[in-house]
């Protein structure tokens, strides 16, 4: 289970990507097409054609961490049809994405703002 920091955004990339890339690629992928910081403290999701690999790059201060989970014998429920290119996430969701759940019908009770008790 992945648990980034409350203030980490998740940038997941929708298009497929080609997994031979390591650290240095995904990098200059997140620099050059999705036009971000990968130096911020922010998450940064790929998956394969087959969608049955994600890669996940983040910075940590000294370095970047690369998560990996390949499915041996499904596929991730991958957002393919939305008008983005790139989708944010929360800490939820990310779960989701990596247990199998297909993000477009997963929600969770409302969240209320409290007001008083009386």
Not at 25 to 35: F, Y
Not at 37 to 48: E, G, R
Not at 80 to 101: A, H, K
Request: aromatic share 10%.
């Amino acid at each position: 289970m992945i648990r980034p920091a409350g203030d980490v955004q998740i940038h997941l990339y929708r298009h497929p990507v080609d997994m031979r890339k390591a650290i240095n690629g995904l990098v200059a992928m997140v620099e050059g097409e999705l036009e971000l910081d990968p130096f911020s403290a922010d998450l940064f999701i790929f998956c394969n054609r087959a969608r049955n690999l994600v890669k996940m790059i983040a910075w940590e201060g000294n370095g970047f961490v690369l998560w990996m989970k390949r499915l041996e014998k499904s596929r991730f429920k991958w957002p393919l049809s939305m008008p983005i290119d790139v989708v944010q996430l929360n800490t939820q969701e990310i779960n989701w994405l990596l247990d199998g759940y297909p993000l477009t019908i997963q929600q969770g009770h409302q969240h209320l703002p409290h007001h008083t008790v009386l």
